[in-house]
């Protein structure tokens, strides 16, 4: 497994019995994480005293319990960048911490290429990856079905300094803008795709995951170029085997000088030592 590095401002301190206990800058938050099937002596003080816990409804969904006054957004640092963190409806923040994992891979293989790169981030819901590829010295072009998230994108990417670093935003269905990319004929040397387990797009387009993920894998191998540095898929659809975006990922690449490498990725929890795995990642490497 390999687990998120680079954080200054986020820590997942514990997780026992269904739930994180987090430090999101100087705020603690708890959240339910269904991969927690442990239960462990809550020892930290944190558990008890928490900023904020998220608790799940019976009926679906959840809501906040705020117990001490938040602002309504905040910042991390993470290896250089800045990032909003907005508590949502939803439990998420605006930022997946384990995600730091592959935003240090990526400016890697950017940095030590040699060469221009253009990557396409689809689903790229509020920037991270986008930015962390843009700092490496990529061109990317940002793509999901959500006005809200590109619009928080862009606002991370000045609170960066970055507004000025060409990038195209874009606010479509990814499957449609992929299959308009190769119709015009442009191409890209890297592909990152985060797409969610379900999802619709801007005009009501229906994303299920293990009815669709093929379609858009071989619809963006028709826009690589002739020398592709990456292509990652990462999933969080329960019931996927992490084996099985690997083996759809070889199968699309077949033919190409790279390896396939699929593995969990995690947050090292400070309490434990345990490593808690948060989804996992397949990507094609040029070798």
């Known amino acids: ?77 993470w290896n250089g960048l800045r990032l909003y963190v907005t508590p949502t409806n939803f439990k ?35 920037g991270a990856a986008t930015l962390a590829c843009m700092k490496a010295g990529a061109f990317v072009c940002h793509v999901d079905a959500s006005k809200g998230m590109v619009s928080q994108a862009k606002r991370n990417s000045v609170l960066n300094g970055m507004a000025d670093v060409p990038c195209r935003w874009i606010v479509d269905d990814c499957m449609k803008f992929v299959l308009r990319e190769a119709r015009r004929g442009n191409r890209y040397d890297a592909v990152i795709m985060d797409p969610p387990s379900y999802g619709r797009g801007p005009s009501g387009e229906i994303w299920k995951f293990e009815d669709n993920i093929e379609e858009l894998v071989l619809a963006c191998k028709d826009i690589l170029s002739d020398d592709p540095l990456f292509f990652a898929i990462n999933s969080y659809t329960t019931g996927i085997s992490p084996s099985a975006p690997g083996y759809l990922l070889s199968c699309a690449m077949r033919g190409y000088p790279g390896e396939v490498i699929t593995d969990e990725i995690g947050l090292p929890v400070s309490e434990t030592g345990f490593v808690l795995p948060c989804g996992n990642t397949s990507i094609y490497i040029k070798r």
């Open 1 to 77: 497994m390999r687990a998120a590095k680079g954080w200054n401002d986020y820590e997942l301190i514990d997780a026992s019995s269904g739930n994180r206990l987090e430090r999101w800058g100087e705020y603690i938050l708890v959240r339910p994480d269904p991969q927690v099937i442990w239960n462990t002596e809550k020892k930290d003080s944190r558990w008890h005293n928490a900023d904020a816990v998220y608790h799940r409804s019976s009926s679906g969904g959840g809501s906040w319990e705020f117990r001490h006054r938040l602002p309504d957004e905040w910042q991390v640092a």
């Open 92 to 126: 998420h923040t605006g930022v997946f911490p384990e995600q730091a994992a592959n935003w240090t891979l990526y400016q890697e293989l950017i940095r030590s290429c040699g060469r221009e790169i253009r990557v396409l981030n689809l689903f790229g819901y509020t």
